[in-house]
């Protein structure tokens, strides 16, 4: 008999496996406490996993398909992934066992050691991503630096995505960039969630039982998270309808009490592969060729998916293990509380963790200059960032945050993936937010008791780093400033 291992972050039913049953093959899925525990999360991304692995579980036996269901408060449960296999091995007399690619590097670790039980061990792939693993790391061989733009157009053409019939971008840009990120338009409507009534009641029950710990908060009948296919294709085409249309024009907007804006939120189920990115990928595409969306809402889109998605991956890949120890400020910092709470007088940060706290999301701009920038400028150790995001958002798997986190946002790989820090005083926040009308500093001061926290801090960071950042040309204009601020506070 064969036994295939079907992750929790490997919801796809249309992988080839599961297009045809066989009794010789048992298919496993494990509620681990080694997965649980690994690091604390949000409890809507655990309900969330747990809630997508059943329903899986579920529709394969429907489907006339032999499966074994490890729940998290199983009696015969033994709480890591291979432990349990050796178990089942012996209990179903197996001969073979199949894997689908892990998309982090401990799980593939921990896999690897199967092979020690004597059987044949297959890995297969995952039928997800664009890219090979080792993809990136070959186009890049010899170089310090990875850049996004050049992987990106390579993947365009390798696609055909948004290219004409010479593989040159459709209407004489492969980046239309500078047409997208308007500021934010208070008249505006923002469309409601799509929402799903859930029961989680009993999960919640099992987890309490089990004594999991994770944070945040959940409401046990409705989620905005989809937990099986046809649920992520109904998130995906409310977003093609009603979102993607003002995607770009207000991608790097913040606005106060507005949580989604008109972000897609499909992240959680691409990265459990409900949904494939090439679909979405294609759906966007045909949405700007059937003249729904304009070329800069449609390619902004793609971009992040086709370039960014496989291009933090690629990194990741190419830079594992060592990629996870990096801390190029030497930052050590602890994380304060209030990132637990949310519970801050800082308005912007006060929002934006609040809302990763209540549902488990924030966008990319709030992830970056709000929370991120905080962390960066105020030396926080990354360890201790990197915990914080692989917890809290209900996207968060290694091979997409620690790049996004460590890389992108905390620069503690000092520039392989970012030509720059990713830090800014309030001046930034000011622009592209409405939150600092409703907070109790004053954006605009640098010095004095109602002073943003943000302004003193970021032109310490650049006082502290000013020899290195001379030599960045993207960073001395900072470092001119500064020296201008130094001079005239003396002479004053
Ligand atoms: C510090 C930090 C940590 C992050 N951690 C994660 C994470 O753990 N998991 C995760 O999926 N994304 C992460 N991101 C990227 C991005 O913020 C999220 O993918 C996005 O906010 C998810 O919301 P959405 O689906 O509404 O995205 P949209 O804004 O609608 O974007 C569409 C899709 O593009 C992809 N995408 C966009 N930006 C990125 C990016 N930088 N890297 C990879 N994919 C991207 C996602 O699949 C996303 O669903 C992080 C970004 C930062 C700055
Ligand atoms: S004033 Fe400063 S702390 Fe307050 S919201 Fe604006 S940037 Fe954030």
């Known amino acids: 008999m064969i036994l295939r291992l079907v992750l929790g972050d490997q919801l796809n039913e249309k992988h080839s496996w599961f297009q045809k049953v066989d009794s010789n093959v048992l298919y496993l899925f494990q509620e681990v406490r080694s997965e649980t525990d690994y690091v604390v999360h949000h409890i809507q991304k655990v309900v969330g996993i747990f809630l997508g692995m059943r329903h899986l579980a579920q529709h394969l036996k429907e489907k006339g398909h032999r499966v074994e269901y490890l729940k998290i408060t199983d009696s015969n449960q033994q709480s890591t992934f291979v432990s349990n296999i050796e178990k089942i091995v012996k209990e179903y007399s197996i001969h ?35 890219t090979n693993r080792s993809d990136l790391k070959e186009m890049f061989v010899g170089k310090k630096t990875y850049l996004m733009e050049s992987f990106y157009r390579k993947m365009r053409v390798k696609w055909n995505v948004l290219v004409d019939e010479n593989g040159q971008p459709l209407e004489g840009k492969w980046n239309f960039d500078h047409d997208n990120r308007k ?83 499909i992240s959680f189920a691409l990265n459990v592969k409900m949904l494939h990115p090439l679909e979405v990928i294609q759906a966007v595409e045909r949405a700007y060729q059937e003249g729904v969306v304009k070329i800069n809402q449609a390619e902004g889109f793609i971009r992040q998916i086709l370039g960014w998605r496989e291009f933090v991956r690629g990194i990741y890949w190419a830079e594992m293990p060592q990629y996870a120890k990096l801390n190029h400020f030497n930052h050590k910092n602890p994380l304060p509380d209030f990132f637990w709470t949310g519970k801050t007088d800082l308005n912007c940060l006060s929002q934006s963790i609040g809302q990763s706290l209540d549902h488990a999301y924030a966008h990319h701009i709030q992830r970056l200059m709000i929370i991120g920038n905080y962390a960066l400028i105020s030396g926080i150790d990354p360890d201790e960032v990197d915990r914080w995001y692989l917890g809290v958002y209900i996207d968060a798997f290694e091979w997409v945050e620690l790049p996004n986190t460590r890389g992108m946002s905390q620069f503690a790989d000092g520039g392989k993936l970012a030509t720059k820090p990713y830090a800014s005083s309030a001046n930034y926040i000011q622009k592209m937010s409405n939150y600092c009308q409703h907070c109790k500093y004053n954006p605009k001061e640098k010095l004095g008791p109602n002073a943003c926290p943000f302004n003193q801090k970021y032109w310490d960071f650049i006082g502290r780093n000013a020899d290195a950042f001379r030599k960045n040309p993207r960073m001395s204009m900072m470092v001119k400033l500064w020296e201008k601020q130094n001079q005239n506070n003396l002479s004053s």
């Open 96 to 130: 073979q066992i199949e894997y689908q690619e892990p998309d982090e590097f401990r799980v593939d670790e921990d896999l690897k050691s199967l092979k020690s039980l004597g059987l044949e061990v297959k890995m297969v792939s995952a039928e997800h991503f664009l």
């Open 183 to 265: 500021k934010w338009d208070p008249k505006r409507a923002v469309p409601p969630p799509f929402e799903f009534a859930h029961d989680a009641r009993s999960l919640l029950e099992e987890l309490e039982l089990a004594k999991v710990k994770t944070m945040g908060q959940i409401n046990p009948s409705c989620s905005v998270w989809p937990i099986n296919r046809t649920e992520a294709l109904q998130v995906f085409h409310y977003f093609l309808e009603w979102l993607l249309p003002l995607f770009g024009d207000f991608q790097d907007s913040m606005v106060q009490n507005e949580r989604f804006l008109f972000h897609s939120r």
